[in-house]
C-alpha cells in the first residue's frame, strides 16, 4: 500500500497537510482515506441518523468496507436512477444548513458532481439487502404483543405520551419489528460474505488520520 501526497481537508475549522493513502483493500479494490473522510464528514450511509453523533473513522470505514463486500461478491444486475441518487443528495444535504454543506464542498475541492459514486453505492447496498432480507420476515401476534407491552407502551410513558392502544399500535410494531430481525438477518449475511473476502486494513494509514 503506496502512500500518495495530497492536500486534505480533515476538520471543518482549519485546514491541513496530510499523506493520503490507501487506507483498505476490498478484493484488490482500494479505499482511500480520502474516501472515509468524505463519508465521515457528509454524513453519508445507507441510514437516516438525523440528530446522531457522527460515526468514528473505524465505524465510517469498516461500514464502507462491508458495502464493498457486498456490491463485489453478490454482483446483482441493479439499476439505480438519477431520481433516487437525486433523492439523497437532497436527504443528505438536508442535514446541514447550507452554508456548511457548501463549506465542505469547498474545503474538499468538490463539486456535489464528485459525490455521485457515493449515492450509488450507497443506493445498490441498500437494494441488494431488501432483495433478499425485505419481504421474508414472518412476525407472529404473540411477537407483536410482546414488543407491545415491554418496549413500546414503556417507552412511549417514558417520554411523557400515553401509549395508543394496540390495535392502533400494531402495524407500526410489527414493522419496527420486521425492520430489526431483518437487520439481525442481513448482517450475519454480510459478516458471512466478508470472511470470504480478502479485505487488508491499513492500520498504519488509519493511524495517522487520528
Not at 26 to 46: M, S, Y
Not at 122 to 138: A, C, N, S, W
Request: hydrophobic share 40%; charged share 35%.
Amino acid at each position: 500500500m503506496v502512500p500518495v501526497v495530497l492536500l486534505l481537508w480533515l476538520h471543518p475549522a482549519s485546514y491541513s497537510q496530510v499523506v493520503d493513502c490507501i487506507v483498505a483493500e476490498v478484493n484488490g479494490k482500494a479505499l482511500t482515506l480520502t474516501d472515509i473522510r468524505i463519508l465521515q464528514e457528509f454524513a453519508i450511509g445507507p441510514d437516516d441518523k438525523d440528530g446522531a453523533p457522527p460515526g468514528t473513522l473505524r465505524q465510517t470505514l469498516e461500514e464502507a468496507i462491508d458495502r464493498r463486500v457486498v456490491i463485489d461478491l453478490v454482483r446483482e444486475d441493479i439499476e439505480v436512477t438519477q431520481k433516487e441518487k437525486d433523492d439523497l443528495l437532497v436527504r443528505w444535504k438536508g442535514r446541514f444548513d447550507a452554508g456548511k454543506w457548501e463549506e465542505r464542498l469547498a474545503a474538499y475541492g468538490l463539486q456535489e458532481e464528485a459525490l455521485r459514486p457515493y449515492l450509488e453505492e450507497i443506493i445498490r447496498y441498500v437494494k441488494t439487502i431488501d432483495l433478499r432480507f425485505g419481504r421474508g420476515v414472518d412476525i407472529s401476534r404473540q411477537d407483536i404483543e410482546r414488543h407491545y407491552e415491554e418496549v413500546y407502551a414503556p417507552s412511549e410513558r417514558a417520554m411523557g405520551r400515553e401509549p395508543k392502544p394496540l390495535l392502533q399500535a400494531a402495524a407500526e410494531i410489527e414493522a419496527w419489528i420486521k425492520s430489526e430481525k431483518a437487520g439481525q438477518q442481513a448482517g450475519t449475511w454480510v459478516r458471512s460474505l466478508r470472511a470470504q473476502a480478502e479485505v487488508r486494513i491499513n492500520e498504519r494509514c488509519l493511524e495517522q488520520a487520528r
